[in-house]
């Protein structure tokens, strides 16, 4: 069973989704897209909550 992000459900204008099989590859792959596409350095907390909240089962 894979996981699902939608940027989108961050709050991000944007249609990139990150996929993989567990929070901790997602978190990865969304700190780097965060970095890359929306010039975030650091993921703070309140994101990281964002975005556990957000992640779904595929
Ligand atoms: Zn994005």
Redesign the pocket.
């Known amino acids: 069973m894979s996981k699902i992000l939608l940027?989108?459900d961050?709050g991000?204008d944007?249609?990139?989704i990150c996929r993989g099989n567990t929070d901790e590859e997602i978190l990865s792959q969304a700190a780097q897209?965060?970095q890359q596409?929306?010039g975030i350095q650091d993921l703070t907390d309140e994101i990281v909550n964002k975005v556990r909240g957000a992640i779904r089962e595929e």
Request: proline share 0%.
């Open positions: 940027c989108r961050v991000f944007c249609d990139a897209h965060a596409e929306h």
